[in-house]
């Protein structure tokens, strides 16, 4: 019960500061050129040297050997979920140009704007090593898997699976950041003090810029285009259930500590990728519907998070 009650304390601080780019939103502050420094700010500076920060002030060397049992909890459930959301786009018989993106929402999620976020207010800072392991694995799966489905489904640009495009998007600026901190904790080096204190200044701004970010985003959305069909709920039941459940299924059988399970859980029923409409709209796929899920997922992530947490977490209770 106590988690429960932690969640909607964690889920409604988060919700505060949506709330706040929300109404920032609708009263115009936010241009799309504002959005989109507010959005390569988080994720090409803040995020980076929030990571880096983070990583060399938690970790030890000898928990990174530790944390490196999750991936493959990680990596084999979104396995199981793509396979999954691939039959399951087939039996409803869904239609070409939304097959891509609708499967992908199934194994893949916004791990960092909003899963970090809420991670940390749920369980500390003691944490954030289980969500990177986490972010890494669907950073990866994300470019190599989901891209190429929407690409293959929208029939435009496919690129081949493996390739030096596929390359540059996984290596990207918050990927580089664990790189950086990665190296540094393995190597028991520590960065000088005036640069660790103007990096965590830095970094710290990431949550609230995103929160921010995110309830300017869903300001901007047209709710009267967006309607609760078969094609949007199945969507959901693929995000909010299918997906945490891949966690719930694999991590006993190759055992990982409860909280990483935990961190696991949450990061799995985090909603659709903020980047998946781009992506659509870049390979000749539906991301109008792509941006529709991405809305939606991430307006009723809040509402659900609460009770994914008396439903699953408690499973895993240390």
């Given amino acids: 019960m106590d988690i429960v009650l932690h969640a909607f304390e964690g889920v ?28 390569k700010l988080i994720t090409k500076i803040c995020l980076p040297l929030y990571m880096i920060v983070n990583l060399t002030e938690t970790l030890t060397h000898d928990t990174v050997i530790q944390m490196s049992s999750g991936l493959p909890v990680a990596v084999s459930s979104m396995i199981i979920c793509f396979i999954i959301g691939q039959l399951a786009v087939r039996v409803a018989k869904i239609p070409k140009g939304r097959r891509g993106v609708l499967a992908a929402v199934f194994f893949v999620t916004n791990t960092i704007l909003i899963g970090l976020p809420l991670s940390t207010e749920l369980f500390g ?33 496919v690129p081949p699976l493996f390739s030096v495009q596929t390359l540059k998007h996984i290596v990207n600026p918050p990927l580089a950041g664990f790189a950086i901190g990665f190296t ?39 709710w009267s285009k967006i309607h609760f069909d078969r094609q949007i709920l199945l969507a959901l039941f693929g995000r909010f259930v299918v997906c945490p459940l891949g966690i719930i299924l694999m991590a006993p059988v190759i055992g990982i500590p409860p909280l990483m399970t935990q961190v ?55």
């Fill in 264 to 318: 696991f859980t949450i990061q799995a029923a985090m909603p659709a990728p903020s980047v998946l409409p781009v992506l659509a709209k870049n390979y000749g796929a539906d991301y109008e519907y792509a941006a529709t899920l991405t809305v939606v997922t991430t307006v009723l992530a809040v509402v659900v998070m609460p009770f994914i947490c008396g439903l699953f977490l408690n499973l895993f209770a240390a």
């Fill in 125 to 157: 800072t003691k944490c954030i090593p289980f969500v990177l392991v986490y972010y890494m694995a669907n950073t990866v799966v994300f470019w190599v898997v989901a891209a190429h489905i929407i690409a293959v489904d929208g029939t435009e640009n």
């Fill in 184 to 222: 540094l904790v393995m190597l028991e080096l520590h960065l000088p003090h005036p640069l660790l204190v103007s990096f965590k200044y830095m970094g710290n701004m990431t949550t609230p810029l995103a929160m921010l970010f995110i309830g300017a985003v869903v300001s901007n959305a047209d």
């Fill in 12 to 39: 409604f601080t988060v919700s505060l500061m949506v709330l706040a780019g929300y109404y920032l939103g609708s009263h115009h502050w936010f241009s799309e050129e504002s959005l989109n420094l507010i959005s």
